[in-house]
């Protein structure tokens, strides 16, 4: 069909379109950037557009990243599912590559089509063009999908409770043991407290203020939203916490593996709406948050599983991680801890998230065989190949070396630091091609049999009952120099430790320094490194970052 034709019932490649509960006004839009999208979509041109511009909905409506939110629920071919809000297919394709019969409902025409261009090569999807209030479904659900959808259900429910009425008419289209799944930041997000403008008013503190000028759009506390999905008869409710938030999460958290204080020393301070103020350092508040045990309460947003009858039989992961910063398509796994009948009662899955990545995957078991040759098994996380998809790892149960470090520092002063240090340099950081365990020069730096793991850093290593682990053996690479591996390690651990080395006197530049490295192989270290790091990692996400800015007269550093 022509795209800019509305007919009754019609298709977009092999999508079919759904008009009869069309009023023939598209009644929610973010404007003419749509308009963009729109012609992107047309001319197949979405990836160059995405990574050639800046704006936040080109991110946003396109990105990949966006993905990692949903693509690892238990949701198979057998499944149906309703998406309710679908937008420009931010995530549509995401269901879809399930194999599941997924419908989707647009109140605008534009953003329907636009989602039915991005996916018009797949035979899986229906799309309902319409208010959802006015579509009559002649199926049920085992999942219905509310993707930053419920905080607009005062604006196109209009009945004295429209959440609540808005959330009935989402069970009456779930089967028995079906599974709503919702989206939603969080009013009371540490991000708010801390200076981010309300998502969709773009007021300071407006959610927390209990939205003071409504207009239509709301968003809940971890609290209201259990009592509103109470109210409606979801009385299985599973709370997930993705960090920094639902639109970009590079970590998903769950009542049974919150985040530790640990965690977020290795995380970056990553947002792309607006620039924002800052009131306190969110990262370092972080910590005492979680500590206190506020974190579920204070989270920037929430996924939550709700289900009526009972509750799912189907297996979830207790914590997601993806990559710590975008890698390219062959090098993207996810991590997922499970429960299981294992000592420690968890296992750790490594999964390819696309085809091209289940090479590497295959790599990184191999590794682990390396690494167990030469340190010895019990010094490193065992790891096995389940599917073409799947590996199952050790879960380790300990304290990163990192931190490990940290208190030998508070104990024992900058000489525990160096002992600890050295123990690294000359026991743990070994390669392939090395005599024995204190070696450096015995094998030619540039000899293709000496192999170091690249990002060999403090927070891959775990102490055990007194013993190191290695987690990490992901990037085994030729000629690396030992000290190169050595001095990511000293500027990755002073990053994220900066203020409390500084507090004992230590600065990157002492850590550096006992090297001995000349000022030319220093420059050649950066060089290098940001040569690995372009061949491994893929960015175009770094033009559409912004910028924390400090209030004046708040200072927190």
């Known amino acids: 069909m022509n795209v800019d034709d509305v007919t009754k019932t019609s298709f977009i ?36 557009f995405l990574r050639s511009d ?15 939110l949903l693509e690892w629920l238990p949701i198979d071919k057998e499944d149906s599912v309703l998406e309710i809000g679908c937008g420009l297919g931010a995530l549509t394709g995401t269901l879809l590559n399930t194999g599941a019969q997924v419908e989707a409902v647009e109140l605008s025409s534009r953003r329907a089509k636009i989602c039915a261009l991005r996916n018009s090569h797949k035979d899986n999807l229906t799309i309902h063009v319409g208010n959802m209030n006015d579509i009559t479904f002649d199926k049920k659900f085992d999942f219905v999908f509310l993707i930053g959808v419920f905080e ?40 708010y407290l801390s200076g981010a403008a309300e998502s969709h008013t773009g007021k300071l503190f ?36 993705p960090y920094p938030d639902y639109k970009f999460p590079y970590a998903i958290y769950s009542d049974e593996m919150l985040p530790t204080a640990a965690d977020f020393a290795h995380f970056g301070d990553l947002f792309y709406d607006t620039d924002r103020m800052a ?40 914590k997601i991680l993806a990559n710590s910063s975008p890698r390219k398509t062959k090098y993207q796994l996810r991590t997922e801890i499970h429960k299981a009948p294992t000592a420690s009662g968890l296992v750790v899955k490594k999964i390819a998230r696309n085809s091209s990545a289940r090479e590497h995957l295959k790599t990184m078991v191999e590794n682990c065989k390396i690494f ?32 490990y ?9 900058p000489e525990a630091l160096v002992e600890g240090l050295t123990f690294y340099f000359q026991d743990i950081l070994r390669g392939t091609g090395d005599n024995n365990k204190f070696s450096d020069e015995i094998v030619a730096f540039n000899s293709p049999n000496r192999k170091y793991q690249y990002d060999l850093n403090l927070h891959n290593i775990f102490i055990k009952n ?92």
């Open 206 to 241: 407006d959610g927390i203020m209990d939205y003071p000028q409504p207009i239509g759009v709301r968003t809940f506390s971890r609290l209201e939203l259990k009592n509103i999905l109470n109210t409606c008869g979801f009385v299985h409710q599973k709370f997930f916490y």
């Open 372 to 403: 167990s040759d030469i340190y010895g098994a019990e010094h490193v996380a065992q790891m096995v190949l389940i599917s073409d998809d799947t590996a199952e790892m050790e879960f380790i149960d300990g304290i990163t070396f990192e931190d």
């Open 466 to 557: 007194g013993n190191f682990v290695i987690l990490d053996y992901e990037f085994l690479l030729p000629h690396l120099p030992k000290k190169f591996v050595a001095w990511r390690m000293f500027r990755d651990f002073s990053f994220k430790r900066e203020a409390f080395l500084q507090q004992h006197g230590i600065t990157l530049g002492n850590l550096i320094a006992t090297l001995e490295l000349p000022d030319d192989t220093l420059k050649d270290y950066i060089l290098q490194d940001l040569i690995i790091f372009n061949a491994l990692s893929d960015e175009y996400d770094l033009r559409y970052r912004k910028r924390r800015l400090p209030v004046k007269g708040f200072k927190f550093d």
């Open 54 to 68: 800046n704006r936040f909905h080109v991110l946003y409506y396109l990105s990949p990243l966006r993905h990692f």
């Open 152 to 191: 607009y259900a005062e604006m196109f429910t209009h009945t004295k409770n429209p959440q609540v009425d808005f959330l009935s008419k989402c069970k009456s289209l779930l089967k028995p043991n079906g599974a709503l799944i919702i989206a939603i930041e969080n009013r009371l997000g540490l991000e």
């Open 279 to 318: 009131f306190f350092s969110l990262p370092k508040a972080l910590p005492t948050i979680i500590n206190a045990g506020l974190y579920a309460d204070l989270a920037n947003s929430f996924l939550i599983i709700a289900q009526q009858n009972q509750e799912s039989q189907r297996i979830f992961p207790l």
């Open 13 to 48: 490649g092999n999508v079919k379109m759904d008009f009869s509960a069309y009023n023939g006004k598209d009644s929610y839009s973010d404007g003419s950037i749509e308009d963009e999208i729109l012609f992107h979509a047309k001319v197949g041109d979405i990836e160059n």
């Open 405 to 413: 470090l940290c208190q030998a520092l508070e104990s024992g002063g």
